[in-house]
């Protein structure tokens, strides 16, 4: 997959194929999303244009919204990945700075045909342009290239959005996040180094950094798989503040490999999330906390399937 980020006033970008894209932030890639994607490589199947995700770097919001500090589901490395396992020729940036939240809508239509957009599979609800002026209305009236518009995908008579996601998230649930993204949802990062407490109890735990943008569940205990090194344990994750050591003020992700042996600091490690054990909680004593970690581990092992 050939990635290329286009800025404005940048000089020309070269595009050796006609392309049909989808456009939009595609935070999660979820269903909804998905259904953009299956358009794409449909026309692609009938054609001989190539397919493209069309995106925005940073959020859009930062600008429109002045939001600094946004969380996302998926950060760009992340996205990236899946595109290219969902198999897209072209990974489009732009580069959204107040230049490119500047154009007009005809501006606009203009630098998608400058790349070669012959087709462009877009969401009900797509906006651009200036002040959000541009939308499927606007996209359907113009000439430059064709359109599909997508019509909204929904679970359980809601629509699937990424702001649906977030709000499952917050509470918890962990399995309607998954429903919605059509897989768990998975956090990575690097292990770094903690107190050690965990390993002194029987317990040992990665301590996982993860980018700063990182949107992460509820704090409580989850049942979830953890890979590494091409291997996939089953996994207890919490997400909290270590109450019953008093020692974190800063939200924290820690996870318990069941039946790994070995040293994981500074690897790379994929945490996804499969179930919700139980909410964090202050224990009395540390034979408290060493027991319900038995049993937390227990409920893990009857959950989770072996890795394949």
Not at 6 to 19: F, M, N, S, T, Y
Not at 238 to 249: A, M, R, S
Not at 273 to 298: G, N, W
């Amino acid at each position: 997959m050939e990635i290329i980020t286009v800025k404005i006033h940048a000089g020309e970008i070269v595009i050796p194929d006609d392309l049909c894209a989808c456009i939009g932030y595609f935070d999660g890639m979820h269903i909804g999303h998905q259904s953009l994607f299956h358009q794409v490589f449909q026309v692609c199947k009938q054609s001989a244009l190539r397919s493209a995700l069309i995106t925005f770097d940073p959020d859009p919001w930062t600008i429109t919204k002045k939001q600094q500090e946004l969380k996302h589901l998926m950060t760009m490395k992340q996205r990236i990945a899946y595109g290219e396992a969902f198999g897209f020729a072209y990974w489009i940036i732009l580069h959204f700075d107040e230049a490119m939240a500047s154009l007009s809508v005809s501006a606009f239509h203009a630098l998608l045909k400058s790349l070669r957009v012959k087709v462009l599979v877009s969401g009900f609800d797509f906006h651009y342009a200036h002040f959000g002026a541009g939308n499927c209305d606007t996209l359907q009236k113009q000439r430059d290239f064709d359109v599909i518009i997508c019509k909204e995908v929904k679970l359980l008579d809601e629509k699937i959005s990424s702001t649906r996601i977030e709000q499952a998230l917050d509470h918890g649930d962990v399995e309607l996040a998954a429903a919605l993204l059509g897989r768990p949802f998975c956090v990575e990062g690097i292990v770094v180094h903690g107190r050690g407490l965990g390993r002194t109890i029987g317990f040992p735990t990665a301590n996982l950094r993860c980018e700063k943008e990182q949107y992460l569940p509820a704090s409580g205990v989850y049942a979830g798989y953890a890979e590494v090194g091409g291997e996939r344990y089953r996994a207890i994750l919490n997400i909290g503040h270590n109450p019953t050591f008093n020692l974190k003020e800063q939200l924290s992700l820690e996870v318990h490999l069941l039946g790994f042996s070995g040293d994981l600091y500074d690897r790379h490690l994929t945490v996804s999330f499969y179930d919700y054990l139980r909410d964090e909680k202050k224990f009395a004593s540390q034979d408290a906390l060493i027991e319900q970690l038995k049993q937390d581990q227990m409920r893990a092992i009857a959950l989770l399937h072996m890795p394949e």
